[in-house]
């Protein structure tokens, strides 16, 4: 059986703020299809690495291509979901407009959002189960409607990576399960998803492939030959709570097989 292409190529990529190195020389092939849990302790720099395949930080060095093309081309094919912590949730925007902000390239600066476009975005909030807040404004969310409001704007881009920073952070446990699921529906349709994530208990659970970074990725791969108590003791220092995480997450992944 041949292997699937590579959705998300990098390459000796590093990034340093301030002179002090953030990520030094990663080199990640990550396939086509794959559902990827983007794991590390704080500072290791897990949002700066999705934020350098966005071009949003400065590279030191290094490239990135997506589906065998520069950014550029595919920029169109990424979906991008921010921390909600770099979010002004005070902006003055209804739950459907900020869907819809999600098709601005297909209908274009200052042009109107036609009622196809709000058909649409209306579909996306419906698919992350909160269609009837399409008219709140933003601000008056809660944090899991807030992340499920950015999610359905993922979806209604039709891209076909997903970077998504850390969605599963101040939601309670019905939403994290609701957004994984949605997140599996779009893997089935051959989606690329790279997710930020922090707790290593789901991290089994949730994602068939891993990558462990600590500022250098330490390990990557399907998650069946990267989750290994060796390869997190290299990531996280070998930290006793860490161990302890270590020893119920293994546990938690055989009870799942």
């Known amino acids: 059986m041949s292997e699937p292409p590579t959705a998300i190529d990098i390459a000796d990529l590093t990034v340093a703020y301030q002179r002090k190195p953030v990520l030094w020389e990663i080199n ?22 999705i934020k350098s395949i966005m071009d949003m930080v400065p590279r030191i060095a290094g490239r990135v291509e997506i589906h065998g093309q520069p950014l550029n081309k595919q920029r ?12 002004d949730w005070d902006f003055p925007a209804t739950v459907l407009d900020v869907v819809t902000m999600g098709l601005y390239r297909e209908i274009g600066w200052f042009m109107p959002v036609r009622n196809e476009h709000r058909k649409r975005a209306t579909a996306a909030l419906d698919q ?21 409001t950015f999610l359905a ?23 994290e399960q609701s957004i994984i699921e949605v997140l599996r529906q779009q893997q089935v349709r051959g989606k690329t998803i790279v997710v930020v994530h922090h707790d290593l208990h789901t991290v089994p659970e949730y ?12 390990a990557w791969g399907a998650m069946a030959t990267t989750f290994t108590p060796e390869n997190l003791r290299k990531t996280y220092g070998g930290r006793l709570t860490l161990l302890e995480e270590v020893t119920e997450a293994m546990r938690r992944r055989s009870a799942v097989k």
Request: glycine share 10%; net charge positive.
């Open 28 to 49: 990640l092939k990550i396939p086509q299809g794959a559902l990827v849990g983007l794991v590390g302790p704080n500072g290791a720099g897990k949002s700066t690495l």
């Open 76 to 87: 169109h094919n990424i979906a991008y979901v921010p921390q909600r912590e770099s979010v």
């Open 128 to 148: 992350v189960g909160i269609a009837e807040l399409a008219g709140r404004q933003i601000s008056q969310l809660s944090g899991g409607q807030q992340q499920r």
């Open 153 to 175: 704007r993922a979806l209604v881009q039709s891209a076909n990576v997903f970077l998504m920073d850390e969605p599963f952070a101040a939601v309670d446990a019905a939403t």
């Open 207 to 218: 994602f068939d492939h891993l990558i462990l970074l600590n500022v250098r990725a330490v």
